[in-house]
Nanobody
Framework: QVQLVESGGGLVQAGGSLRLSCAAS????????MGWFRQAPGKEREFVAA????????YYADSVKGRFTIFRDNTKNLVYLQMNSLKPEDTAVYYC????????????????????WGQGTQVTVSS
């Protein structure tokens, strides 16, 4: 089984930056695609970013392209989300997620492609 623990959330002013981290344990990190999703109060969970097994390809929601960067360190079982130029509409609980081992599909924005989820970390952006 896989356990995911997010950290790095907090309160930041618009235009500021945060880096979220997700620590994975339980097995086969380097064979799983990883994703970040977020959920604001009263809204459904939405895709933010994803990265392939070894970090060779990344994918982003249109709303965060050019501002957010996803990257991973497979030697440490860590995946990160660097968030720059933050906006109030980025306020949400952010979740990391892991796909099944050897996932090779293309629908990285579909939460059904992910088997494991962290508990989330709150990001609040003030105006």
């Amino acid at each position: 089984q896989v356990q995911l623990v997010e950290s790095g959330g907090g309160l930041v002013q618009a235009g500021g930056s945060l880096r979220l981290s997700c620590a994975a344990s339980g097995g086969a990190f380097s064979t799983r695609c990883m994703g970040w999703f977020r959920q604001a109060p009263g809204k459904e969970r939405e895709f933010v970013a994803a990265i392939t097994w070894r970090g060779g390809a990344t994918y982003y929601a249109d709303s965060v392209k050019g501002r957010f960067t996803i990257f991973r360190d497979n030697t440490k079982n860590l995946v990160y989300l660097q968030m720059n130029s933050l906006k109030p509409e980025d306020t949400a609980v952010y979740y990391c997620a892991a796909s099944r081992s050897y996932y090779s599909g293309t629908t990285y924005n579909n939460p059904n492609e992910y088997e494991y989820w962290g508990q989330g970390t709150q990001v609040t952006v003030s105006s």
